[in-house]
């Protein structure tokens, strides 16, 4: 039935992610998730029939694997891993070795609903029920040098959110999100890293790092899906 792959593929994917991250740490993870990214991107842009919301998948690969990957990583990224293991070990209790009828998609997006607190909320509609995309993209940053060594970073972006229904027709979505903020070394790895709520399109922070800042933006490591991941940073500017 639609989702059966969530349950079986996308669930695997994320096992294996958890080995991964703990195998190779965290910073080295954005790679593997650009790549999941980029497939998803391609496969939906191929799409010949209707894509599917990942809890009514029917079978794409790109949906149950590349985007699946993603969601579930940012789904721990924001939950925490603990409390994502908490929900699937409750669903695995409640269906392990179920006799028919089987468990279904809406029975495990139940059990992440009962640990996700009200203020994300909206995570599960938007990466399980809905196709929901981000257009995020970092316009200006600069940097002053400040007492002590640091470094003052102030940024500017635009935060965008749609959803698509399965053959590309568009709408906008109110945002309400809380979207990572950051600025990044050299290597790419976060100087600064907080979650900022997001209310309107325009989107400015600051933020005071300890060493000299490279890049800067929105949602820098990609965490949430993206049309055009490259352009959430800029290169940061001396004043």
Do not use: C
Request: charged share 30%; no cysteine; net charge neutral.
């Amino acid at each position: 039935m639609q989702g059966a792959t969530l349950l079986s593929e996308t669930l695997s994917q994320y096992s294996a992610l958890m080995v991964m991250k703990k195998r190779y740490g965290e910073a080295k993870m954005g790679r593997f998730l650009r790549y999941e990214m980029d497939g998803y991107l391609r496969g939906r842009a191929f799409e010949r029939k209707q894509e599917m919301p990942l809890m009514r998948v029917e079978g794409q690969t790109y949906v149950h694997y590349n985007k699946g990957s993603v969601v579930m990583y940012a789904l721990q990224d924001f939950l925490g891993e603990d409390t994502v293991n908490r929900a699937l070990a409750s669903y695995l209790k409640k269906v392990a070795f179920q006799q028919p009828p089987f468990t279904n998609s809406p029975e495990l997006l139940a059990e992440l609903r009962a640990v996700t607190p009200e203020h994300l909320s909206y995570l599960i509609p938007d990466f399980f029920e809905r196709i929901t995309l981000y257009e995020n993209r970092a316009l200006k940053a600069t940097y002053t040098e400040v007492a002590g060594g640091k470094f003052e970073v102030k940024v500017t972006a635009k935060a965008h959110k749609v959803e698509a229904n399965g053959t590309g027709t568009e709408s906008d979505l109110k945002l309400a999100d809380w979207v990572d903020v950051g600025v990044l070394d050299a290597e790419g790895k976060p100087l600064y890293l907080e979650k900022l709520q997001v209310t309107k399109e325009d989107v400015e922070f600051t933020a005071l790092v300890d060493a000299r800042p490279a890049k800067a933006g929105i949602d820098p490591l990609n965490k949430l899906i993206d049309r055009k991941p490259d352009d959430n940073t800029v290169t940061v500017e001396k004043l």
